[in-house]
């Protein structure tokens, strides 16, 4: 049963009980206040605002990724608080910015979890920041929003990534590339990618195995700069390996080099990513120099009419109010921010109604987070946790037609690429 005063859709939307103020958006979308619900049951003593904290760059080398996350989840929690908040209880966000400094990281936490009441959630959309603070994270039993961690020992216990992990993603595209494949003799791919957290996290050795299980060569691993003049040398020597794709993990500046490299060499050759391969590179470059681009997202399509409708609609109701530019939220990174305040929204709901308030605390949190199954907060992604796997699985590919970005096949499973350490 979905508890949260706004729009979702699947099994859990069409069980929410009599009372309710519904608006029927598709046959699978449904609009429930989460008062409505359980207004007649006695909760206990509310408590005066329910936190939920994010620690972000919003003005470092990583702000143009992180700062339309941010966005979404503000904006989300602001849709969920016209509609009667969590259980008629208003939710209050606290921003913190590291700009991208890791030695910030700890002293934000700190500054959050001396809050009183303390946060209920935390969504941190940085690469590689959840890894800085995850000990402190277990300590404090703080349910944690994150992007897909890197070298932490087995599964975070109060950590859940918003989508799955690049080289879960990366063995999504090379599933599809097998199945699309016509040309003759094993498909040759090449990583060509940026010389950082987020462009390197796409080449851990599982995703080499993987590819190779697969009958897929990976024939070169070029990694550059995001700010070096350009990308010439590296995209020659992938010419010369002869690969039939590149795969890139690159986003903002980084994906705009290599799209660059390719025009100044007049290389014509597929390119295929995750998160960085989005409207960004459209606007720059034009929808003749991104024609068949292949993305590998964990969420819709700004191109979806359809399956937007949810989340047009709370973006017009906020935007109609706001002086926000809004093109530069047409991110991926949007929706998922949306997606990740409606998920651990709905947790939090949950545990309100099965421990009331005075028992909310972050192990109940928890345990509501591992009962998400097929989750699809407004249709935008799903969500599936648990205990021993808390990272989602679903992805769509997407390629760019004709100056849009469409799904080329339905939602399907990344396989499971987790490092042994981590299982």
Same mark, same amino acid.
């Given at each position: 049963?979905?508890?949260?005063?706004?729009?979702?859709?699947?099994?859990?939307?069409?069980?929410?009980?009599?009372?309710?103020?519904?608006?029927?958006?598709?046959?699978?979308?449904?609009?429930?206040?989460?008062?409505?619900?359980?207004?007649? !049951?006695?909760?206990?003593?509310?408590?005066?605002?329910?936190?939920?904290?994010?620690?972000?760059?919003?003005?470092?080398?990583?702000?143009?990724?992180?700062?339309?996350?941010?966005?979404?989840?503000?904006?989300?929690?602001?849709?969920?608080?016209?509609?009667?908040?969590?259980? !008629?209880?208003?939710?209050?966000?606290?921003?913190?910015?590291?700009?991208?400094?890791?030695?910030?990281?700890?002293?934000?936490?700190?500054?959050?979890?001396?809050?009183?009441?303390?946060?209920?959630?935390?969504?941190?959309?940085?690469?590689?920041?959840?890894?800085?603070?995850?000990?402190?994270?277990?300590?404090?039993?703080?349910?944690?929003?994150?992007?897909?961690?890197?070298?932490?020992?087995? =599964?975070?216990?109060?950590?859940?990534?918003?989508?799955?992990?690049?080289?879960?993603?990366?063995?999504?595209?090379?599933?599809?590339?097998?199945?699309?494949?016509?040309?003759?003799?094993?498909?040759?791919?090449?990583?060509?990618?940026?010389?950082?957290?987020?462009?390197?996290?796409?080449?851990?050795?599982?995703?080499?195995?993987?590819?190779?299980?697969?009958?897929?060569?990976?024939?070169?691993?070029?990694?550059?700069?995001?700010?070096?003049?350009?990308?010439?040398?590296?995209?020659?020597?992938?010419?010369?390996?002869?690969?039939?794709?590149?795969?890139?993990?690159?986003?903002?500046?980084?994906?705009?080099?290599?799209?660059?490299?390719?025009?100044?060499?007049?290389?014509?050759?597929?390119?295929?990513?995750?998160?960085?391969?989005?409207?960004?590179?459209?606007?720059?470059?034009?929808?003749?120099?991104?024609?068949?681009?292949?993305?590998?997202?964990?969420?819709?399509?700004?191109?979806?009419?359809?399956?937007?409708?949810?989340?047009?609609?709370?973006?017009?109701?906020?935007?109609?109010?706001?002086?926000?530019?809004?093109?530069?939220?047409? =991110?991926?990174?949007?929706?998922?921010?949306?997606?990740?305040?409606?998920?651990?929204?709905?947790?939090?709901? !949950?545990?309100?109604? =099965?421990?009331?308030?005075?028992?909310?605390?972050?192990?109940?949190?928890?345990?509501?987070?591992?009962?998400?199954?097929?989750?699809?907060?407004?249709?935008?992604?799903?969500?599936?946790?648990?205990?021993?796997?808390? =990272?989602?699985?679903?992805?769509?590919?997407?390629?760019?037609?004709?100056?849009?970005?469409?799904?080329?096949?339905?939602?399907?499973?990344?396989?499971?690429?987790?490092?042994?350490?981590?299982?």
């Amino acid at each position: 049963m979905s508890l949260i005063g706004s729009l979702f859709r699947g099994s859990y939307a069409r069980k929410c009980a009599r009372g309710i103020f519904l608006v029927l958006l598709t046959v699978l979308v449904i609009a429930t206040p989460l008062a409505g619900c359980f207004g007649a !049951r006695d909760l206990g003593e509310r408590l005066d605002k329910v936190l939920v904290a994010v620690i972000a760059d919003m003005v470092g080398p990583n702000a143009p990724f992180t700062i339309a996350a941010v966005h979404g989840f503000e904006d989300a929690v602001r849709y969920v608080n016209e509609r009667g908040g969590v259980h !008629r209880v208003q939710v209050e966000v606290m921003v913190k910015d590291t700009g991208s400094k890791a030695g910030l990281a700890i002293l934000r936490f700190d500054e959050v979890v001396a809050q009183e009441p303390g946060p209920v959630l935390l969504f941190s959309p940085v690469p590689g920041l959840f890894e800085t603070f995850e000990d402190r994270v277990a300590q404090e039993k703080v349910v944690t929003l994150a992007l897909p961690w890197q070298g932490v020992a087995g =599964t975070p216990e109060y950590g859940f990534a918003v989508y799955p992990g690049y080289p879960e993603m990366f063995g999504a595209f090379i599933d599809w590339l097998k199945e699309d494949w016509k040309g003759q003799g094993r498909p040759k791919v090449a990583f060509v990618t940026t010389d950082d957290i987020q462009g390197r996290a796409v080449l851990a050795p599982e995703s080499y195995e993987y590819a190779r299980s697969r009958g897929v060569d990976v024939v070169g691993t070029e990694v550059y700069s995001p700010h070096q003049v350009n990308v010439d040398t590296e995209l020659a020597r992938v010419r010369a390996a002869g690969a039939d794709w590149i795969f890139t993990n690159a986003v903002g500046n980084g994906s705009y080099r290599l799209f660059e490299g390719l025009k100044n060499l007049g290389y014509r050759i597929p390119v295929a990513g995750s998160l960085g391969l989005d409207w960004s590179i459209l606007r720059a470059w034009g929808k003749d120099m991104v024609e068949g681009v292949v993305a590998v997202l964990p969420s819709v399509s700004w191109d979806e009419e359809e399956q937007l409708k949810g989340l047009s609609a709370m973006r017009k109701q906020i935007f109609d109010r706001s002086s926000r530019n809004v093109a530069t939220d047409m =991110t991926p990174m949007y929706p998922i921010g949306v997606a990740a305040a409606m998920v651990g929204l709905e947790a939090v709901a !949950r545990a309100v109604a =099965t421990t009331g308030w005075q028992g909310l605390n972050g192990e109940a949190i928890r345990a509501e987070m591992l009962k998400l199954k097929d989750f699809s907060p407004l249709g935008l992604a799903y969500f599936t946790f648990t205990s021993e796997h808390h =990272t989602p699985s679903k992805v769509r590919i997407y390629r760019f037609q004709q100056g849009k970005l469409l799904p080329v096949g339905d939602w399907r499973d990344v396989p499971d690429m987790r490092a042994a350490a981590s299982k």
